[in-house]
């Protein structure tokens, strides 16, 4: 590759999730202040709910944080791949520096962007640490962008390129075969392993009609990967592609994870290796929701072996991968933030209608899960006349 002169600032974007147990009610407010996750007719209302559900249901998602020992790793991790990131950049010749953006928790976009102008960087990489594209994770962050850069004249001239996704880019990959097939091998007999693909999962309505991407790059990324760990174990597993994290009364993508999980334990399916697809950093869906629910369920199904492949975190083939997107995206064409948050047709960004109840933009998801589900039903109290404190389970 060729060297990339001037300074390089290099910009993570994830969700964010609270760090201790006691950020977990203002983690949640900041999550239901944005009119992205819940809109409403009145604006003036979005504060004063957002602060009603944050207070009614972090009692309950504080005890699953303490399940993985009282808050979310997600920050630790992602800025340790920050570093090493940088320095994998530096070592190839590139004056790169990283930074970490969030969404709804600590380091803030905002805080990013003013580290970026601090610095006086010249270019911006925008690298979403969620491979495949999705209206609700990469978009929503693309236009959390998009929005800094329309109100700060210094932040809107700085050159960016950004990098969409990358679900088929051969080092991603490589890095997750490379994971997989280590598990495969600790089962008694490798070829006969179950692979189990367990993706974050989103409103059906998402895909069908407002054209989000993301089960396309889902499903091409787990053909892809099983086609490389053949060609590395010299044996086709036998695989399962299924979803997590549904929320409210829509019809989310299916097969649904635990749904998949007691049909293979019907089956006969005994030593189960399981993979978070969608996930590059260990949190709350990898380390509740999959090594605790999901195990348990698995294991009252019958299957006996049930092994986690751990997120990617800084795997230096991970590492190694994301350092070669960054060079591609400097010598090649710009692509920029509305480039990178395009859809195949118009999408409706606040949407009113069915699909509005499932709208879910947070990475740690237990959090959005459980106070969706309050205010869908605290939505449905008020409409039949009961109230919300009835409707939340609170009485």
Known sequence: MAKVGGKVGVLLLNLGGPER???????????????????????????????????????KSQEAYRSIGGGSPLRRITEQQARE?????????????????MRYWHPFTESAVADIKADAIDEVVVLPLYPHFSISTSGSSFRELQRLRQSDPAFAGLPIRCIRSYYDDPGYIGAMAELIASEIEACPDPPRAHVFFSAHGVPRSYVEEAGDPYQEEIETCARLIMERLESDLGHANPYTLAYQSRVGPVEWLKPYTDEALEELGHQGVKDLVVVPISFVSEHIETLEEIDIEYRELAT??????????????????????????????????????????????????????????GWNNS?????????????????LELISGRGPLHALGLL
């Open 21 to 59: 147990i006691q950020d977990v009610g203002p983690f949640l407010y900041n999550l239901f202040s944005d009119p992205e996750i819940i809109r409403l007719p009145n604006p003036a209302l979005q504060k004063p709910l957002a602060w009603l559900i944050s207070s009614l249901r972090a009692g």
């Open 85 to 101: 990131l940088q320095s994998v950049l530096r070592q190839r010749g590139i004056e790169a520096t990283s930074y970490v953006a």
């Open 300 to 357: 009252e199904a019958g299957i006996t072996n049930f092994r986690r492949v751990p997120a990617l975190d800084t795997t230096p083939s991970f590492i190694d991968g994301l350092a070669h997107l960054v060079q591609q995206a400097l010598e090649g064409p710009e692509v920029n933030l509305d480039q990178a948050a395009a859809l195949p047709r118009k999408v409706k960004l606040y949407p009113q209608d069915r699909w509005a109840w």
């Open 363 to 379: 990475s740690e998801v237990w959090n959005g899960r459980l106070a969706m589900l309050g205010f869908s039903a605290f939505l």
